[in-house]
Nanobody
Framework: QVQLVESGGGLVQSGGSLRVSCAAS????????MGWFRQCPGKEREFVAA????????YYTSSVKGRFTISRDNAKNTVYLQMNSVVPEDTAVYYCAANRYGSGNDPQGSYDYWGQGTQVTVSS
């Protein structure tokens, strides 16, 4: 079993930056593809970014490309999402997920473990 705990969410002004983290425990995630997803009130959870197990490949949804960066530190069993130039539309609960057999470019339903989420609110 893998437990994932997100942190770093909060309130940030439009145009600002925020970094959210996902700390894993229970098992090393060095062989897992990792992803970030988000859910806005009244909407379905959507893909934001993902990274391959080795960190060599990253994937982003078009709305965050060029503004967000996903990274991982396998030695710390942690994944990060650096969010720059945020806009109010980025307001959501952000979830971290682990995919044991994924490449990074995987459907949401293929992820095996999920965190509880961290709220990110962008004020205009």
């Amino acid at each position: 079993q893998v437990q994932l705990v997100e942190s770093g969410g909060g309130l940030v002004q439009s145009g600002g930056s925020l970094r959210v983290s996902c700390a894993a425990s229970g098992r090393t995630i060095s062989s897992y593809a990792m992803g970030w997803f988000r859910q806005c009130p009244g909407k379905e959870r959507e893909f934001v970014a993902a990274i391959s197990w080795g960190g060599g490949r990253t994937y982003y949804t078009s709305s965050v490309k060029g503004r967000f960066t996903i990274s991982r530190d396998n030695a710390k069993n942690t994944v990060y999402l650096q969010m720059n130039s945020v806009v109010p539309e980025d307001t959501a609960v952000y979830y971290c997920a682990a995919n044991r057999y994924g490449s990074g470019n995987d459907p949401q339903g293929s992820y095996d473990y999920w965190g509880q989420g961290t709220q990110v609110t962008v004020s205009s």
